[in-house]
């Protein structure tokens, strides 16, 4: 558990100084932006041109939105997002340096003390962005609609007003396709004209496919969220919580007893359980418990204690089973149905396992013989002591 704590510290530090440098960068960029136009002076006594603290203070800003994306993707374990910070950290801090403000210095300290930090958590961050094949096809759309019309731009260069260098055919291409279309760049001849349509069409249908691929899931969570349902990211979240394998007579006290006191999420391959529980606000995912990436998804690596307490010891064996493999280290607590497999589900991996049907029977023998106590003992367990 010790490990599991020094991990969950070491990705919030990491998250939270990504999120700050992205602040910090949002922030500057802007204020450099007025700053240098109010001002030629700098840090370093006018040595920095005044269009190069600009373009920096514009860039600036661009990237502190691209670190807040980062944090983001690292917060849910995204290995992807660990090395876009590891990329983007440096570029901050020369980004600070030749902004040469009075406002930039916080920025290239937080940039320059953040990289350690974060290339010590990188075996942390070991989760992969699972793209659909749609999602994967409307971004190469997208990209190569940009660079189709980029390339066939500079290429009839004169074919169009204003157009004179590679960034003025991007700039020509992105403001076409998204239809913004401000003017200042425009075909002159027929064969323009043409080409111009060309990308107009196919960056518009790009720019809606990609939208419609990449954004549907999104709203597709909220909606899920709105109605009380559990989100992939949600799960993704979960930290020192306790796993309900399946459902059996006994989930229902387990639920109970859990409920207020830690957080929990079951997992049942059973629809209308899972539907039920579900709406009535409890975290869960439908999905075969004994399964290695259903468990991986509810954070077993993460988890306090698994709890597996069906109505079928053999399945739960198997789920034991699955839950050690993954996580050494985790408490398992199973419930055997029938007496004679309780050493099996030991020897499966449970750390403690309990019969209830042999604990029912003991307390009824020894409260009908009247043994000093259990009437307590009884009471306190059904909860009727509580009413009292």
Do not use: C
């Not at 100084?17 to 602040?23: H, I, P």
């Not at 937080?110 to 992969?128: E, Y």
């Not at 004679?340 to 589900?345: A, F, G, H, P, T």
Request: charged share 20%; proline share 4%.
């Amino acid at each position: 558990m010790e490990v599991s704590w020094r991990r969950r510290v070491g990705v919030r530090v990491t998250v939270t100084l990504t999120f700050a440098v992205a602040v910090l960068s949002i922030a500057t960029g802007v204020s450099s932006i007025g700053f240098t136009a109010a001002s030629t002076q700098n840090l370093f006594g006018g040595g920095i041109p005044h269009w190069a603290q600009e373009t920096a203070g514009f860039t600036g800003t661009l990237t502190g939105f691209l670190m807040l994306a980062s944090a983001f993707g690292m917060r849910r374990g995204f290995r992807v997002a660990w090395y876009s910070t590891a990329l983007l950290l440096p570029l901050t801090a020369v980004q600070g340096l030749v902004q040469s403000s009075p406002y930039s210095l916080p920025l290239v300290v937080a940039s320059l003390a953040s990289v350690p930090v974060v290339l010590r958590t990188r075996s942390r961050f070991d989760h992969d962005v699972n793209l659909s094949a749609s999602q994967l096809a409307s971004l190469a759309a997208l990209a190569g609609v940009q660079m189709y019309g980029t390339v066939g731009t500079y290429a009839l260069e004169d074919h169009f007003q204003n157009v004179n260098t590679p960034l003025d055919a991007f700039y020509y291409t992105l403001v076409t396709s998204s239809t913004v279309g401000y003017g200042d760049l425009t075909p002159t001849t027929q064969t323009g004209r043409l080409f111009g349509m060309t990308v107009v069409v196919l960056g518009t249908a790009s720019f809606a496919v990609a939208l419609a691929s990449l954004l549907g899931p999104a709203i597709e969570a909220r909606l899920a969220t709105a109605l009380g349902k559990m989100t992939e990211s949600q799960l993704e979240l979960l930290e020192d919580h306790v796993i309900v394998l399946g459902y059996g007579d006994l989930t229902e006290p387990i639920l109970n007893e859990l409920d207020g006191q830690a957080t929990f999420v079951v997992v049942s391959p059973d629809q209308q359980r899972t539907t039920e529980l579900s709406d009535r606000g409890f975290k869960v995912l439908k999905a075969d418990p004994s399964d290695e990436d259903p468990l991986r998804r509810v954070g077993i690596e993460e988890a306090r204690a698994v709890v597996a307490a069906t109505n079928n010891d053999a399945e739960d064996a198997l789920a034991v089973l699955t839950a050690r493999q993954l996580n050494p280290e985790v408490r398992i607590v199973a419930a055997a149905t029938e007496r004679e497999n309780v050493d099996k589900l030991k020897r499966a991996g449970a750390d403690t396992v309990i019969s209830p049907a042999t604990i029912g029977g003991h307390l009824l023998v020894r409260s009908a013989l009247g043994s000093d106590g259990m009437e307590s003992i009884a009471d306190r367990l059904t909860g009727e002591s509580a009413k009292r």
